[in-house]
């Protein structure tokens, strides 16, 4: 599982770690504006983590 640091995170609809997910558990929530993850899809692979530019996802 991951950790998304909401002071890090641009909350970019277009997210490059949501984008490299690779069960499709990060998206971008057009609802309420932000990068979600849901935690039971996540394979924990960590590949978001390496893709955000920002730095602001990290293992949990």
């Not at 990060?26 to 960590?46: A, H, P, S, T």
């Amino acid at each position: 599982m991951v950790t998304i640091k909401e002071s890090l995170c641009d909350n970019n609809p277009w997210c490059g770690a949501a984008k490299a997910c690779l069960s499709g558990a990060m998206k971008y929530n057009y609802k309420i504006g932000k990068v979600i993850v849901d935690e039971q899809r996540c394979l924990g692979c960590f590949a978001c983590v390496a893709a955000c530019p920002k730095g602001a996802i990290t293992p949990s």
